[in-house]
T-cell receptor, first 117, second 113 residues
Framework: AQSVAQPEDQVNVAEGNPLTVKCTYSVSGNPYLFWYVQYPNRGLQFLLKYITGDNLVKGSYGFEAEFNKSQTSFHLKKPSALVSDSALYFCAVRDPYSGAGSYQLTFGKGTKLSVIP | DAGVTQSPTHLIKTRGQQVTLRCSPKSGHDTVSWYQQALGQGPQFIFQYYEEEERQRGNFPDRFSGHQFPNYSSELNVNALLLGDSALYLC????????????FGPGTRLTVT
């Protein structure tokens, strides 16, 4: 079975500082990994994905994430945080080779990011 | 280009009632997935529809059922509502042939009293 862990319920960072939101995953095969952001009372917006290839992937709004297979991690990063980045961030995994679970996204519980002016 | 749309936005139902939620996928998408997001939790996969059939199902009881129409839009039906069914229901669409990511709608907030 596939699973995702986001070990921090909340991350606080000062505006202009770099930010990291952590994610670890568990799948039986090679994962597809995703980050989504959710603003209050809104649906999820896609930020970036890792499917294969370069371990560093770049996405929307200046975000990037690094896939680390040995540590089974996919941490979200941004060099300089903005107040407008404050939101709820979800990491998700899909195991395309798992048969029964191959189409579904499994999400973490989310990390609330607060960027302090 | 319209994104994923869902209706209604909010809904209040009583225990034991039945509810139908609707979703129109993003233009060019042929696959629809439904997720339940309880307060303070990440979304949980209910099921996915492709070519008008349920292709995969998560760990939800048979009270949850769905349908996909020839125009790729979809409905989620929940029978015999329980208080625990109160949640944000999210629809996501994707293109089976080439798209890995799923695009989400704004959701329907269901409150069961």
């Amino acid at each position: 079975a596939q699973s995702v862990a986001q070990p921090e319920d909340q991350v606080n960072v000062a505006e202009g500082n770099p930010l990291t939101v952590k994610c670890t995953y568990s799948v039986s095969g090679n994962p597809y990994l995703f980050w989504y952001v959710q603003y209050p009372n809104r649906g999820l917006q896609f930020l970036l994905k890792y499917i294969t290839g370069d371990n560093l992937v770049k996405g929307s709004y200046g975000f990037e994430a690094e896939f680390n297979k040995s540590q089974t991690s996919f941490h979200l990063k941004k060099p300089s945080a903005l107040v407008s980045d404050s939101a709820l961030y979800f990491c998700a995994v899909r195991d395309p080779y798992s048969g029964a679970g191959s189409y579904q996204l499994t999400f973490g519980k989310g990390t609330k990011l607060s960027v302090i002016p | 280009d319209a994104g994923v749309t869902q209706s209604p936005t909010h809904l209040i139902k009583t225990r034991g009632q039945q509810v139908t939620l609707r979703c129109s996928p993003k233009s060019g998408h042929d696959t629809v997935s439904w997720y339940q997001q309880a307060l303070g939790q990440g979304p949980q996969f209910i099921f996915q529809y492709y070519e008008e059939e349920e292709r995969q199902r998560g760990n939800f009881p048979d009270r949850f059922s769905g349908h996909q129409f020839p125009n790729y839009s979809s409905e989620l039906n929940v029978n015999a509502l329980l208080l625990g069914d109160s949640a944000l229901y999210l629809c996501a669409s994707s293109q089976a042939a080439w798209s890995y990511e799923q695009y989400f709608g704004p959701g329907t907030r269901l409150t069961v009293t």
